[in-house]
């Protein structure tokens, strides 16, 4: 009970200190005086800690399941494990949301503590426009979301918490997805305060990398375990269903990735400057348009759990607000470009301009594959739905010449690359990727000449990238994240080429014979757990060399709320994850049993985790 | 013997073309489920969805499978009775053109301005 006081007061704190601090911010930028800059300072510690006082509150309710709490009481459930319970606090709407200002404000303040060397005016500004999106992000829990609404009478038991969200990989999958999208409102911040100051050069460029950064690890892995998650929990052995909420958390994705490739043109050659600004401003604005698809519900898709359209519309209008401000901000202040010297065809920043082009166009397909539908239907009435097929053929056939100018791009050099430097070994390299992918091909069931076509220049990508370690320039961390980008794609290419699937309706001691493979439903026992009754198979799957395994897939049906899941049990070495799921039928004693052998699947997370320790490193890179 | 012989190898070959057929239709009847929404889902397509709706689809998809209906057929008989929101693949038609083409005409704008911006100084 008194912790829902504590939770609510502080947050009222919090929005009291957000405003106090926008006042200082404001007589600060005409006053030299050092005191004013501490004051901020020491307010913003306090409004940390006011908001790290409500978080902690929420997740006391939700560990002592104390039912006088709303929020508590729609997602949680006294039989819950205590693992589940505290990661339920983030779980459902409000709680992330909560989670959401946390880090907001405590990056503004990792950011205040670390940009001490940079012009005052610049943080000074940098701060204010971030404490208009905390302002905003209070507002908006005390008014439509509040984690502390009250129940009267107390109820004695809550609803419980969807229990597929019950999962290790979900329980930190929205923190850390959250830390990468929070991040991106630094940038945007600090973006808009140097274009007001006058300060997009060199300083900034190296400075704002390193958010950038740190965004673009966060943004990385957090997809990366939602994705792990859809794969063993919701998918039937998929891990990227094109659908809504997944795109919606990779569109800043793809503007991230372009902004830390424009960041170092600006670093090095300091060009490129309204461009960086327009991606700085746009990676906040798809994270935060991203928020408002995915809360207001208006998203037909699978990870939909809670949505309530009045906080659909309050996050719009603030969507609309600072979209509104960022443009105005961006034609009142007008960047110099600096005139410097040409730039040549063949040469780094060509390279990486493309990058951004193809980036945009990616970003493009994905946006408008997913926003379409919704204006259709407003518009017309007619529904259309778009998926995977949609963004296969728009997509895959442009990475085509991606990959070539990934392959080539880093070993040009800035300004001017003279053509003659390209040496004749690559045609060598072209030769081993077009016999690497013709074998491939003949053993997959894919579309010849496109399918050459993709796997030749992914071939070729793997060998540059390879190349690269054995060339003396130093540095590493982008070779090691191209490096495993190109085993990335690679693994998702063979992956598709030779997963192999079969399902069958089976009941207990039936054999079943596949391409020399038996499966044999041997037993099945049901057991009780703690807030989930489940039934537990027995399978045998004996291959081609005659090798035994044993797999026991579950049925589980939960308590609270009643949901029936399926527990997939996948075998994985490093080759291939052979993974088995089993559902229950109507039929009395009946099983749909669904048997799929995927290679190279550990590949694919395990080239993410290294494409985030590339970035990791580069982060702790100097210069 | 000969005969026998004769007779087992057939046999054989029926067993063997049977199943070699029935595993195709298999992939088929995956394909074609998986670029279908369960409409009584959240956002999984027939083949990811265990529900009523999406079982009994897949009964329908295997059936005309071994009626020996085409892929296309099979998608435009589930179009005219469901509407365009089953299909994962939208038509090309007045209401998507802009979706299929929209992106291609950003690609190319793009391409003309960094041509514009850098190179043609």
Known sequence: MIYNYLGNYSLVFCLIFSLIIFFLCFKSINDPRKIIEKNIFSLLFLQLLTIIIS???????????????????????????????????????????????????????????????????????????????????????????????????????????????????????????????????????????????????????????????????????????????????????????????????LMPWFCLTALLHTIIVLEKRNILKSWTLILSIATFILSLGGTFLVRSGILNSVHTFANDPSRGIFILIFLFIIIFLSVIIFFLFQIEESTSRKTFFLSKETSLIINNWFMMYFLSVVLIGTTYPIFLEVLTSDKVSVGPPFYNKLLIPFLIPFFVVMAFGPKLQWIKTKFSKIKYTNFFYFFISLAASVFIIRYSEAKYLFSTAIFVTSFILLIKTIEGFFEKKNNFSQKLSHFSFSIFILSILLNGAFSTEFSANMKQGDELNINNNSIKFINLKTLNKNNYKTVITTFEIKDKQGRILKFNPEVRIYNQPEILTSEADIKSNIFSDKFLVVNLLKDDGYFNVRYQVKPFMSWIWFSIILLTIGGILSFFRKI | MKKKIIFLTLLFLTIVSHSISLEKNNKLENKISKNLRCLVCQGQSVYDSQSDFAISMKILIKNKINKGESEKEIYEFFRTQYGDWILYEPNLNKNTIFLWIFPIILFIFGGYLIFRNFFKK
């Open chain 1, 55 to 249: 978080f902690f509150s929420l997740i006391i309710l939700f560990v002592l399941s104390d039912f006088s709490n709303e929020t508590v009481y729609n997602h949680s459930h006294t039989t819950k494990p205590i693992f589940y319970k505290i990661s339920g606090s983030w779980g459902n709407h409000e709680g992330s949301l909560l989670l959401w200002l946390f880090v907001l404000v405590l990056f503004i303040f990792i950011f205040s503590l670390t940009s001490k060397k940079h012009p005052k005016k610049y943080r000074i500004f940098t701060i204010i426009f971030h404490e208009i999106i905390v302002l905003g992000f209070i507002i908006f829990l005390l008014s439509v979301s509040n984690p502390f609404n009250m129940n009267y009478p107390i109820p004695y038991e809550g609803l419980g918490l969807n229990p597929i969200l019950q999962d290790p990989a979900l329980a930190i999958h929205p923190p850390i997805l959250y830390l990468g999208y929070v991040g991106s409102s630094i940038i945007f911040s600090s973006a808009l305060a140097a274009l007001v100051q006058g300060y997009v050069n060199k300083n900034w460029a190296s400075h704002i990398k390193k958010w950038i950064i740190i965004s673009w690890i966060f943004l990385t892995l957090g997809i990366m375990i939602g994705s792990i998650w859809a794969y063993y929990e919701l998918g039937w052995g998929g891990f990227w269903f094109w659908d809504a909420v997944e795109n919606v958390s």
